[in-house]
């Protein structure tokens, strides 16, 4: 089935934050935030402001009724700065005007002045201070101590991967109108539309049951809406609570570059052991999380880190120990992958350093540690592994020894020109690793003229997420997909909904919308075999009809569905969902926190020009395990976009915060994001369909983030074309490989004498 909203969205109907109409007498917000990283507030003048033309009222943490805090799993985030600015960019007021122009030049008079305190932006001088956002954590397996006394080999070195702009195409937002008895409605877009609420409600002071969030769809969230969100949602209902009028924010491009956080850059040490045979005998590693300036996720995201630090391979002596570390900058998020990226790079660059230590493939060492069925992962679980048949299936059906012989002889016919060809293999755990939050609803209505409404606890944010509910509806009931309708997501539909995330909400939201129609089905087949006087095994609904023992009837989906009404059978299901199997305990830093793991191996060629430090990425290749896949041409979208987010990342995204914490690439003319001309030329994807234990929904398995992480690939081909071009290069392990840093590593020396 082709995306549902593929209509709307090429005739520009999609209706996004901004799109929805507007009640009359709409005002419009705007921040005032920070332009210094750390200090005390001496002062803030809002007078001039205040007179400009346009301008209702302006709100600062004084006029916030409830709580001055929207920290979701640490308290410790104001919603407007009180007394101290923690990062540039820290909402410290909020302009109300009649105009969005209007309160944006009136954000422009507002004068503040910051006594100055020590600004910290890199996470290693945190973790020297002890800024810690919470202690630091261990996984360990085996006993690496013991371990080195095995290793014919042990390498060690550092690896650096910076942050990255979410750049959602919608910018962050929220509308929120008033209605009676001070209940409050907020149109927002967020992929945790409970969040919102509960945030707004602690804000507020008022219950949850006030405060109405609805979300028809995202223009991209990538995680940057996950916890995010809230702060507009919560600041345009303060503002509307006090003024009794609706109030909207819909932030522009530099603003939301500014005061939103990102993916979490790391710095991370390594140290990793090998015996004769290649095998990796053991493993330390040190990660030092830039968190930012409050917890936001990060608490959760170094945890994802940890869980990922092996990738795809079994190591049996591990000890992994983590610093979230608190800087003055905007406190990071969520970013597909959530951490998990961050881990993968550093055991990728280890291979890396060690297989040019011992001058022999990083493929050899690859390969001959992949996990296998029944190894156990540095927290205990037991892995059900698909590392073995990707890799294979990919080294043969795509010919690596063909692909690495055409390499080799392009270098050695090319002097000013080299290719660089690398593999990456993928192995990500779904569920979100706090347990309880692996949950959802759904709440399905078949009305009396057989059509059927869906509302999920699932956020549409172009994942294709609401397709697959109505396939799941449409294949239950089993009727034409055009009578089903997927609904808004909406606090007063479905409650206490998890966010939007962690590749999940098709299985759970899925599996929910199954139970619900299941149900109803049900009820539906108990009248029918009242009316046949048949056995209800007999039943069936097929193709818009009811059959009997396999014979068709006359009586129609719609003949079905009236007869049920008119015996007064319920028409509607409410259903929860929660896998189960699934728990983690953190003092023993072992469990079995994934329902279980998506894998797959991609292979990258590129080509760098020995001139310009310019390259293009050929070809990647890949082969990825999609269980049985719900929807191949969503999940293929997912798998293509995901690629080229990770290889923006891995490749030409720098993010640059100045000393001062000021972030220079605040706008899209310094931030360079991949575009058409930097896509792969080719990229090819075989499904590795398994058909094992159904796990999620009808055999499928996750796509949302795993497929990010084969952009790790095109980082270890542009270091492999390097090494072609100049074989004593020393290449720091600091990603992105921008193109100045590959002219960097092609001419060490002659760069420095020139200098
Ligand atoms: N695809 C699009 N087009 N837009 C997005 O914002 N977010 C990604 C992924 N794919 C995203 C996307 C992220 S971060 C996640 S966690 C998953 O979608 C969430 O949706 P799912 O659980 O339905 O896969
Ligand atoms: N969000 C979250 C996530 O809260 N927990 C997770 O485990 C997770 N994983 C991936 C993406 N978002
Ligand atoms: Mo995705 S980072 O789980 O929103």
């Known amino acids: 089935?082709?995306?549902?909203?593929?209509?709307?969205?090429?005739?520009?109907?999609?209706?996004?934050?901004?799109?929805?109409?507007l009640v009359n007498g709409t005002l419009f917000a705007s921040v005032f935030d920070s332009p210094v990283a750390h200090g005390k507030i001496k002062s803030l003048d809002i007078d001039a402001a205040m007179k400009m033309p346009g301008v209702v009222r302006i709100f600062t943490a004084a006029d916030i009724p409830g709580e001055n805090q929207i920290g979701g799993i640490i308290a410790d985030e104001e919603l407007l700065a009180s007394t101290h600015v923690h990062f540039c960019g820290m909402p410290v007021a909020l302009v109300v005007a009649t105009s969005d122009e209007a309160a944006k030049a009136a954000v422009k008079k507002i004068k503040i002045e910051i006594d100055p305190l020590p600004v910290i932006t890199d996470p290693r001088e945190a973790k020297e201070k002890n800024e810690l956002i919470i202690p630091p954590r261990t996984f360990q397996l085996g006993d690496t101590t013991a371990a080195w006394t095995q290793?014919?080999?042990?390498?060690?070195?550092?690896?650096?991967?910076?942050g990255q702009e979410h750049l959602y195409i919608e910018t962050q937002g929220a509308y929120a109108v008033p209605q009676e008895n001070s209940a409050i409605r907020i149109y927002s877009s967020t992929q945790g539309?409970?969040?919102?609420?509960?945030?707004?409600?602690?804000?507020l002071n008022i219950p949850m049951n006030f405060i109405e969030v609805d979300t028809t769809r995202l223009g991209g969230g990538f995680g940057g809406k996950e916890d995010q969100a809230s702060a507009w949602g919560a600041m345009c209902a303060l503002a509307a609570w006090h003024l009794k009028k609706p109030v909207k924010y819909s932030l522009h491009r530099m603003e939301d570059m500014r005061m939103t956080g990102k993916r979490h850059p790391y710095s991370s040490d390594f140290k990793i052991g090998l015996n004769k045979d290649y095998k990796i005998v053991a493993y330390e590693v040190t990660f030092f999380q830039n968190a930012g300036a409050a917890a936001d996720l990060s608490p959760a995201v170094m945890e994802r880190t940890l869980f990922h630090c092996t990738n795809s391979y079994f190591i049996p002596n591990v000890k992994a120990t983590a610093y979230s570390c608190k800087t003055n900058l905007p406190p990071n998020t969520a970013f597909r992958g959530f951490g998990g990226p961050q881990g993968m790079f550093v055991i990728e660059a280890?291979?890396?350093?060690?297989?040019?230590?011992?001058?022999?493939?990083?493929?050899?060492?690859?390969?001959?540690?992949?996990?296998?069925?029944?190894?156990?992962?540095?927290?205990?679980?037991?892995?059900?592994?698909?590392?073995?048949?990707?890799?294979?299936?990919?080294?043969?059906?795509?010919?690596?020894?063909?692909?690495?012989?055409?390499v080799d002889a392009y270098n050695n016919n090319n002097k000013l020109s080299k290719k660089g060809l690398a593999l990456m293999p993928i192995c990500f755990g779904i569920s979100f690793t706090k347990t309880l939050m692996n949950q959802a609803r759904a709440l399905v209505h078949v009305y009396t003229d057989g059509s059927v409404g869906v509302s999920t606890a699932g956020v549409e944010m172009g994942q294709g997420l609401n397709t697959k509910i109505l396939q799941v509806a449409a294949s239950i009931f089993s009727i034409n997909p055009e009578r089903?309708?997927?609904?808004?997501?909406?606090?007063?539909?479905?409650?206490?909904?998890?966010?939007?995330?962690?590749?999940?909400?098709?299985?759970?939201?899925?599996?929910?919308?199954?139970?619900?129609?299941?149900?109803?089905?049900?009820?539906?087949?108990e009248v029918a075999a009242e009316e046949f006087t048949a056995d209800i095994s007999s039943i069936e609904v097929k193709e818009d009809c009811v059959f009997v023992n396999g014979k068709?009837?006359?009586?129609?989906?719609?003949?079905?569905?009236?007869?049920?009404?008119?015996?007064?059978?319920?028409?509607?299901?409410?259903?929860?969902?929660?896998?189960?199997?699934?728990?983690?305990?953190?003092?023993?830093?072992?469990?079995?926190?994934?329902?279980?793991?998506?894998?797959?191996?991609?292979?990258?060629?590129?080509t760098i020009d020995c001139l310009r430090g310019i390259y293009e990425v050929d070809?990647?290749?890949?082969?990825?395990?999609?269980?049985?896949?719900?929807?191949?041409?969503?999940?293929?979208?997912?798998?293509?976009?995901?690629?080229?987010q990770g290889i923006g990342w891995m490749t030409m995204e720098?993010?640059?915060y100045d000393k001062e914490g000021k972030l220079k690439s605040n706008a899209l003319s310094t931030y360079k994001v991949p575009d058409i001309y930097s896509v792969p030329k080719e990229i090819t994807i075989h499904f590795l369909e398994t058909e094992k234990e159904n796990l999620a929904i009808f055999r499928s398995k996750a796509v949302g983030e795993p497929p990010l992480m084969y952009g790790i690939g095109a980082y270890f081909a542009l270091f492999n074309a390097i090494k072609a071009f100049n074989p004593a290069a020393n290449i720091p392990y600091d990603a992105p490989m921008t193109p100045e840093k590959v002219l960097m590593s092609l001419y060490p020396q002659t760069l420095k004498e020139n200098k």
Request: with cysteine; charged share 20%; glycine share 4%.
């Open 484 to 525: 089903i309708k997927v609904n808004t997501t909406n606090t007063y539909r479905v409650a206490n909904t998890s966010p939007t995330a962690a590749s999940a909400s098709s299985d759970l939201n899925g599996k929910a919308t199954e139970i619900a129609c299941v149900a109803i089905l049900q009820r539906l087949k």
């Open 619 to 644: 070809s990647v290749k890949i082969v990825h395990d999609f269980g049985k896949s719900m929807n191949p041409i969503i999940d293929i979208g997912q798998c293509e976009g995901a690629l080229v």
């Open 1 to 21: 089935m082709m995306n549902i909203d593929s209509y709307t969205h090429v005739r520009g109907e999609s209706v996004y934050l901004d799109d929805i109409p």
């Open 654 to 656: 720098e993010m640059l």
């Open 193 to 203: 539309p409970t969040q919102v609420q509960r945030t707004t409600a602690r804000v």
């Open 350 to 406: 280890a291979i890396a350093e060690a297989a040019a230590a011992l001058n022999v493939s990083p493929i050899l060492i690859q390969q001959k540690n992949l996990l296998k069925t029944g190894d156990e992962f540095p927290y205990g679980q037991i892995a059900q592994s698909e590392a073995n048949e990707c890799w294979d299936k990919a080294v043969n059906l795509y010919d690596l020894q063909k692909l690495q012989q055409e």
């Open 151 to 162: 290793c014919d080999y042990i390498i060690e070195g550092s690896t650096a991967t910076n």
């Open 552 to 606: 068709q009837t006359d009586w129609s989906w719609n003949k079905l569905v009236q007869a049920a009404f008119v015996k007064r059978v319920s028409l509607s299901e409410h259903a929860h969902y929660a896998p189960p199997g699934i728990w983690f305990d953190t003092t023993k830093e072992k469990g079995h926190p994934f329902t279980y793991h998506v894998y797959g191996t991609a292979i990258t060629t590129v």
